[in-house]
């Protein structure tokens, strides 16, 4: 029995959050042994390539960006790039679950930044769901706690960034192919990162970093792949709540890779977060179908 488009298209958000969630472990796995900045250019000179030729094999390169379009584009990519230092430097010092949670605010703080600066509407329902999920963050990060760490701030820097990338991302027209943006942005962070390596003594690339990093890159592209093939498969409201899934392949991964589980408090937390970011969702879609 063939598999409906909203079922394949959810199996692909699973894939996708496995394969980026991996990637974050793999990354995590040479925090310590090789620089972030050199780490972040070699898996950027992989990807890039290899987004290249999907570029060039569907023929994008020839694709025309209109003028209104260009900005947003820049924006993206730099927010793109501001993200990535942010969300890795959290995440070479923080539990990978712990992280990943913080991320899962994504939902309620973009609702939030549409309704802001772009004028969409938000009921008091999706106000009162992003207030508590903001409190479900809290909860994960525990500021002036004992055991606080620092660099949540940064995941939730990254949080910031990821929001302007996404709003940027809802400024461009549907004419601007989605892997040519993915190709710019990939580009951008492996050239920038790649200037910023080499202020420092680069470290030794040993066969087994050189490997990992190949994993890294592979699993990124992949990712990415996916994530766009969602779009044109499925109905976003059926498939969105399965971004929720990179929790759990994060909480997983941290148990059997690095030996970490969260604790009951961080628990709470993102059970606070994801259950009102379900309810965003469910909400947005509700209010889109009306």
Known sequence: MPLSDNTYAALLMIASMAAFTLNDALM??????VPLFQLIFMRGVITTCAIGVVVWRMGHFRARIEWQDQGWVVLRTLAEAVATYFFLTALFNMPIANVTAILQALPLTITLAAAVFLGEPVGWRRMTAIFIGLIGVLLIIRPGAADFNAYSLYAIAAVISVTVRDLATRKLSSSVPSVLVVFANALFITLVFGALSMASPWSPVT??????????????????????????????????PFR???????????????DEWPDAVTLAGATTVVASGLFTLYR???????
């Open 28 to 33: 995590k796995l040479m925090s310590g042994q």
């Open 207 to 240: 066969s087994q970093i050189f490997g990992l990093t190949i994993a890294a890159a592979v699993l990124m592209v992949a990712a990415y792949l996916f994530s766009i093939m969602v779009m044109r498969v499925g109905e976003i409201s059926f498939v969105a």
């Open 244 to 258: 929720y899934t990179g929790l759990l392949w994060a909480m997983l991964l941290g148990l059997v890779i690095f």
């Open 284 to 290: 947005d879609a509700r209010s889109r179908a009306s």
